[in-house]
């Protein structure tokens, strides 16, 4: 896989170089790519996408989950990966659970990650192959839009989304930069600096196709997520295909999957052990809380970001 990886960064070296470029919250810059910000020489970066763009072969069964970082990719990945796959584990077991004995991001792949392998684990998978991805709308390779594959969202309100990534970079920062500070990270996030921002143009993209194609795109928040999950988890279910039957229902069969994938259970699971590159399974794992940023972001702050949201969700219906 290595050598592969090599071989693709290599493969899109000049265009790279061509590319405008920022600083990076945990890399040295970040590239500019058909309107967003992304690294480079690592898995999910504009190599990744640009390979992607040219080799990967959708399924028309595929589903797939979009998501800025930090915005509940984890959380949805462990759902939809619980919910295809109900009746094949006991949802109950902590020895034996995919999801209690390994990590969503195992479990759920990135196609930025597949894209890399010699041997893409999910060519043969049985259907629907579920697949995650931080690429915009508009950079989505073009097979995943001529088959129309079903696309779940997940958003977050802005001020949560940059004070866990905050904390998410600064862990996984290379040992020989600086420590950011969170002035330098408030920053580069309002000016639409990070990997896969800017946040709102993210987000209006996959917003205004799921109003003009409700079938195939499932548009949620961390927010109402969080509030009503047991309602959502059985939206996400009916979307994805596989509803949950009334005798599941009567068997408390949802409150089972919610439960699987709640902050507590999937938290504790990932207390130990390391995903590739020795990242720690617990790093996706902070505090799992709507409105955490109240202790963070000074009024100031606050009320810039209050203004570039209203003005670039002006007149859309996305509220946290
Ligand atoms: P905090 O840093 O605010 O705690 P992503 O998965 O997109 O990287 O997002 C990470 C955020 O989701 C982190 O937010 C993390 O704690 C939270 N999270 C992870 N798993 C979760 C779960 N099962 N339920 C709710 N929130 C979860």
Redesign the pocket.
């Known amino acids: 896989e290595r050598a592969n990886m090599d071989l693709i960064f290599y493969k899109y070296k000049d265009r790279v170089a061509m590319l405008p470029k920022e600083k990076g919250w945990s890399t040295k810059n970040l590239y500019l790519y058909q309107g967003f910000w992304h690294q480079s020489m690592r898995k999910v970066s504009v190599e990744s996408v640009m390979a992607i763009q040219e080799t990967f072969r959708a399924h028309p069964t595929d589903i797939y989950l979009a998501?800025v970082?930090?915005?509940?990719?984890?959380?949805l990945?462990?759902l939809m990966f619980a919910l295809v796959n109900r009746n094949q584990y006991n949802n109950n077991s902590v020895s034996t659970h995919p999801l209690l004995v390994s990590n969503p991001h195992i479990c759920l792949p990135y196609i930025e990650f597949e894209i890399f392998k010699t041997t893409p684990t999910y060519v043969d998978a049985h259907s629907p192959r579920l697949f995650a991805t931080h690429m915009s709308y508009t950079s989505l390779p073009q097979s995943i839009l001529d088959y129309g594959c079903r696309l779940v969202y997940i958003c977050?309100n802005p001020k949560?989304v940059l004070?866990?990534l905050f904390?998410?970079e600064n862990k996984r920062r290379d040992k020989s930069f600086d420590i950011m500070t969170f002035d330098e990270a408030f920053e580069l996030f309002s000016k639409g600096v990070m990997v896969n921002g800017p946040y709102w143009d993210h987000v209006k993209g996959y917003h205004k196709v799921s109003l003009e194609n409700p079938e195939n795109i499932l548009f949620l928040t961390?927010e109402d997520l969080?509030r009503d999950t047991a309602n959502y988890v059985k939206q996400l279910a009916n979307f994805m295909g596989c509803p949950f039957t009334e005798e599941e229902e009567a068997k408390g069969v949802v409150q089972e999957i919610v439960s699987l994938?709640?902050?507590e259970?999937?938290?504790e699971a990932n207390k130990h052990g390391n995903l590739a590159k020795g990242l720690p399974n617990e790093v996706?794992?902070?505090?799992?809380?709507v409105g955490?940023w109240i202790n963070h972001l000074t009024d100031e702050m606050s009320r810039i970001l209050d203004e570039i949201t209203e003005e670039k969700f002006h007149g859309l219906n996305i509220t946290f």
Do not use: I
């Not at 970082?69 to 959380?75: A, I, L, N, Y």
């Not at 996706?284 to 809380?289: L, P, S």
């Open positions: 998501t970082p930090k915005s509940g990719t984890t959380w990945k462990a977050r949560d004070v866990s904390n998410f961390y969080t994938c709640s902050f259970s999937l938290s996706f794992f902070r505090e799992g809380k955490g």
